[in-house]
């Protein structure tokens, strides 16, 4: 039985001139056997290992397509993805156009999200941290009804 992997943690990296950006080393391994790097939710990126993204494409796709606002989060989720490769020193490639998206220029973070990595323009991620931060009582309510 393998254990499945658990991305957790909070990293403050940089995007080189490139777009290359280094990976934490304790989640490479994970990635290295292929990854997916898609639009985000809140002007960040998504990066999943390859398995979990075959996972939530497969459930994108059963959606149905006569709702306007499933075809709307399937193309923002799929017709951005793009299929990354770490290097030997632990880098991807983060393709001009989801930068673009991310708003990301140099500073990022990388947030480990269970089975996603996200990743944000570091002064958003603050801004969004400081905000939720703010609202973690009312956060924790909601989450009292949902569990």
């Known amino acids: 039985?393998?254990?499945?992997?658990?991305?957790?943690?909070?990293?403050?990296?940089?995007?080189?001139?490139?777009?290359?950006?280094?990976?934490?080393?304790?989640?490479?391994?994970?990635?290295?056997?292929?990854?997916?790097?898609?639009?985000?939710?809140?002007?960040?990126?998504?990066?999943?290992?390859?398995?979990?993204?075959?996972?939530?494409a497969e459930?994108?796709?059963?959606?149905?397509?006569s709702r306007a606002n499933t075809r709307a989060f399937s193309r923002l989720m799929l017709a951005g993805a793009?299929?990354?490769e770490?290097?030997?020193?632990?880098?991807?490639?983060?393709?001009d156009y989801l930068r673009e998206f991310a708003g990301i220029?140099?500073?990022v973070v990388v947030a480990g999200l269970y089975?996603?990595?996200?990743?944000?323009?570091e002064a958003s991620w603050l801004n969004y941290k400081k905000q939720t931060e703010k609202g973690s009582k009312d956060i924790a309510e909601t989450l009292d009804q949902l569990i």
């Open 105 to 107: 220029h140099k500073k």
């Open 59 to 65: 459930k994108l796709a059963a959606l149905p397509i």
């Open 82 to 84: 793009m299929d990354v």
């Open 115 to 121: 089975n996603r990595l996200e990743i944000w323009n």
């Open 86 to 95: 770490l290097d030997r020193q632990g880098r991807i490639i983060l393709p």
């Open 1 to 56: 039985m393998t254990e499945k992997l658990m991305f957790i943690g909070e990293y403050s990296l940089t995007v080189d001139e490139k777009g290359r950006l280094s990976i934490p080393v304790k989640y490479r391994d994970s990635l290295s056997r292929g990854a997916v790097v898609t639009r985000g939710l809140d002007s960040s990126l998504f990066l999943y290992t390859e398995k979990e993204w075959k996972t939530l």
